[in-house]
């Protein structure tokens, strides 16, 4: 769905730190969404954390730098860290091009699923929300 100019494919989760998660069986695939990137600008860095790395929710799991802009990545699960997209790090403005695509950033293995329940699903809410964080961040741009 297109609300005011941003993407927000149905089907995905959506973590109000502006993070979508998709998931695909028992694993989890985690980017940014276009409002963080459209706000951010290019994207010059992606941190790329090893493969393996425990995880607990709500705490970093990475960072993310554009010209104006440095933001960390919180683990939406407790879990593990199982892949990362390493095309990244030779073009992390893979992001600002597909940001639900070939800018998808890390692949997670949760412990339990429910932890995701917390997350934005339905589309009246992720409009709401969306609108309110559009509003807020109206001067930043």
């Known amino acids: 769905m297109n609300i005011q100019g941003y993407e ?4 995905l989760l959506y973590d109000p730190e502006h993070w979508w998660v998709r998931v695909e069986g028992d694993e989890l695939v985690l980017g940014m969404d276009d409002f ?15 493969e393996g790395k425990k995880l607990k929710k709500g ?23 199982i892949a990362v997209n390493d095309e990244l790090e030779l073009n ?35 409009e709401t929300w969306l609108l309110a964080e559009i509003e807020k961040h109206a001067e930043d741009k």
Not at 8 to 11: D, K, M, Q, T, V
Not at 65 to 70: D, R, T, V
Request: charged letters at 25%.
């Open 8 to 11: 927000y494919p149905e089907g």
């Open 59 to 81: 705490k970093k799991l990475a960072k993310v730098e554009s010209g104006k802009w440095l933001g960390k990545i919180l683990s939406p699960v407790n879990g593990e860290l």
């Open 92 to 126: 992390p403005s893979l992001i600002n091009q597909d940001c639900y695509g070939e800018g998808w950033m890390y692949r997670l293995k949760a412990e339990d699923m429910s932890e995701l329940e917390g997350l934005l699903k339905e589309p009246a809410e992720i």
């Open 36 to 50: 963080a990137q459209q706000m951010a600008g290019e994207i010059v860095f992606v941190q790329l954390p090893n």
